[in-house]
């Protein structure tokens, strides 16, 4: 199922693929580690022709756990912000910023047009239906099914902080893959998972919002919504909704072995903002109130801090600023 400079401990391309460990068959992981390379080397995701996912797209969230309703808004509204801008303007105070619709137009550079999100059903999960965990892939799998499923949906499963994913932390922030519904199996749709790292594995899931585990010991950003954790799964969300309409079912863009490759965001994993390199982001924008670190903007204002993305049209890895 979720996704994620060359790296401090100068570790090659194939050991790199080899962390990527599955979560379910014909899906794709983010390494936590992953968050802190850069790829010296070209980098070029194959079109194995698979389908992709394109039009309209209905995002639906299932939070599973305790969030509170400024740390669904946060997330929501990253979503509502896909497929739309945050407004002109107004005269003397500068040009627009980059925005979050602008950073999702890259996915419409892939085959076929690529997918225009919207937002479609919240489901909250408070008591845990199947208990504080760890849950399985399956368990994942069947919070997603039983969310609502189609082919023009993909229902992203978000776990609060005290939630046990087997196996968040020790391999991955989050994850994407597909079911199976209707007669016979026939109708495929797609989904993701995304926990929570303010208490699991920050170091790891939120950086640069936190102190990584590996690496050069930089001061940590200051997170946007003031929430180390849900900025920390915003990126993850980003990565991995990138991943999943370029990638889908296992058959898409992608570079390496199947069901481990990297992606449209991983394999820019790290990268944030230009100049780019080991245990630093990248060039940001900083907002003179708060001090929060940033790239995009999304609909009231909201800001954000969202991973480059594979640029087919060049080969190379897009940012925003």
Known sequence: MVEGKKPASLLSP???SSLLAVLLPRCAALNPRMLFLVKPDPIVLQDHRGALLTGNLTVNLLFYGRFSAAQRAAVADFVRSLSASPGTPRPGHGAEPPSVASWWRTTALYRGGGARPRLGRQVLDERMSLG???L???????LAGGAGHHRGAVTAVLTAPDVLVAPFCVSRC???GQGRAGA???ARYAYLWVGNPARQCPGQCAWPFHQ??????TPAL???SGDVGVDGMVISLAALLAGTVTNPYGDGYYQGDAGAGLEAATACAGIFGSGAYPGYPGKLLTDPATGASYNAVGLGGRKYLLPALWDPTTSQCKTLV
């Open 184 to 186: 016979h199996g026939r």
């Open 14 to 16: 194939l050991i790199i």
């Open 132 to 134: 504080r965990g760890p």
């Open 212 to 217: 990584p585990v590996h690496g050069p010991r």
């Open 222 to 224: 200051v997170p946007p």
């Open 174 to 176: 989050g994850a994407h």
């Open 136 to 142: 399985s892939p399956g368990d994942v799998a069947a």
